[in-house]
């Protein structure tokens, strides 16, 4: 693949993450410099261990739940790489796996807060500096979970149907301005992520590891690296048309 995002700076929420470090490096290999934005004290390592040689990494500390940090990773993204081509609004916690009637109150809020509220706050600083260029593509992260019900995930799933409705308001907003906002909506991923939400179902993490990739059409999790590829491609001008949508990577989970 040719270096088609040379010269863009693409901010990536998460970034320390799983999903949000294999997308670091592909847009990294094609070119784009990286913001990365992860809760204070986060793990680097794993990152700068993965980018290209010669890729341009700043790293901003911020809770996406606090409006002066997601004010202040924009502001640094700017005064260090001038502008913002991509914003990748990907950060997100699970949460507990409980029944609505034993799901805390606070833990409930605590979800919404980091996967909608984060994600609406990257959006209200991001898009004025998209819209002063007159162009860029915003991917927001979903989930299957945005899509279906799954049992004892109240705050996940609640929060990742919000994160679709935020997209499709957004992209009303920004089409008219040059700017795309579309959502990618990942099935259960090889990662952290997954192997908290499958001990939280069963005692026996790898039975319930081993009974969601059953109900998998291609009976497997993806990986990081297939999240990746959606997003580098919404990222691009191969994607110019695709706007307020929502794109799954579920080896065909949600078509079932
Ligand atoms: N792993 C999966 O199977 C899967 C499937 C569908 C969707 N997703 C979504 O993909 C995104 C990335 O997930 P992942 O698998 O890489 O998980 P992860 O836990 O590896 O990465 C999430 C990152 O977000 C950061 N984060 C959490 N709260 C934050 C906050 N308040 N402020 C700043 N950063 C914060 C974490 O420190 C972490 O580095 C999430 O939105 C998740 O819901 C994941």
């Known amino acids: 693949m040719t270096r088609v995002l040379e ?11 799983a ?46 739940t606090d409006e002066a940090s997601v004010k202040a990773y924009v502001d640094k993204a700017k005064a260090e790489c001038g502008r913002i081509d991509i914003f990748f609004n990907n950060a997100g916690i699970e949460g507990p796996v409980k029944p609505i009637q034993d799901y805390p109150l606070d833990r409930f809020l605590k979800v919404l807060g980091v996967n909608v509220a984060g994600v609406f706050l990257g959006l209200k600083y991001v898009l004025p500096v998209m819209y002063a260029q007159g162009t860029g593509s ?48 990942p099935g259960p991923i090889e990662s952290r992520m997954m192997q908290s939400i499958n001990s939280g179902q069963a005692a026996d993490a790898k039975a319930a590891h081993d009974a969601t990739s059953a109900m998998v059409p291609a009976k497997r999790y993806g990986t990081p690296e297939e999240v990746a590829g959606l997003v580098a491609f919404l990222a691009s001008d191969e994607a110019t048309y695709c706007n307020g949508g929502f794109y799954t990577v579920d080896g065909a989970l949600s078509a079932t």
């Open 7 to 17: 010269g863009k700076v693409a901010v990536i929420t998460g970034a320390a993450g």
């Open 19 to 64: 999903i949000g470090t294999a997308t670091a490096k592909l847009l990294a290999e094609r070119g784009a410099a990286i913001v990365g934005v992860d809760i204070p004290g986060a793990d680097w390592s794993r990152l700068r261990g993965v980018l290209p040689e010669g890729a341009r990494l700043v790293t901003a500390e911020a809770d996406v």
């Open 138 to 185: 915003v991917i927001n992260t979903s989930s299957v979970a945005g899509l279906i019900g799954s049992p004892g995930m109240a705050g996940y799933n609640t929060s990742k149907h919000a994160v679709i409705g935020l997209t499709r308001v957004a992209a009303t907003e920004t089409a008219p301005q040059g700017v795309r906002v579309n959502c990618v909506n």
